[in-house]
Nanobody, 115 residues
Framework: QVQLVESGGGLVQPGGSLRLSCVASGVIFSALTLGWYRQAAGKERDLVAVITSDHSVIYADSVKERFILSSDNAKNTIYLQMNSLKPEDTGRYYC?????????WGQGTQVTVSS
């Protein structure tokens, strides 16, 4: 059974940084397309960044130049380094794994950017 466990969220001031982690188990990690999505209160869940099995990374326009997605196959983990955080980055961040035709979600980790 595939499991995704996120960590690293918290409260941070505007301009600060956080690093989120997502550990995947129960699947061949290198075969996955993995991504981070976020959902603000009352809004839909939107793509933040995704990394494909060939290590191509796609970012939402709103986070380009500020967020960096990386992966460590040896640790079955992807990371989201978030810099220059803004209040509009607040939301619950979810890890998503895709191995066609299956999709898996983690439980999410809350990120709050506020002074």
């Amino acid at each position: 059974q595939v499991q995704l466990v996120e960590s690293g969220g918290g409260l941070v001031q505007p301009g600060g940084s956080l690093r989120l982690s997502c550990v995947a188990s129960g699947v061949i990690f290198s075969a996955l397309t993995l991504g981070w999505y976020r959902q603000a209160a009352g809004k839909e869940r939107d793509l933040v960044a995704v990394i494909t099995s060939d290590h191509s990374v796609i970012y939402a326009d709103s986070v380009k130049e500020r967020f960096i997605l990386s992966s460590d196959n040896a640790k079955n983990t992807i990371y989201l380094q978030m810099n220059s955080l803004k209040p509009e980055d607040t939301g619950r961040y979810y890890c998503k794994a895709m191995l066609s035709p299956y999709v898996y979600w983690g439980q999410g980790t809350q990120v709050t950017v506020s002074s």
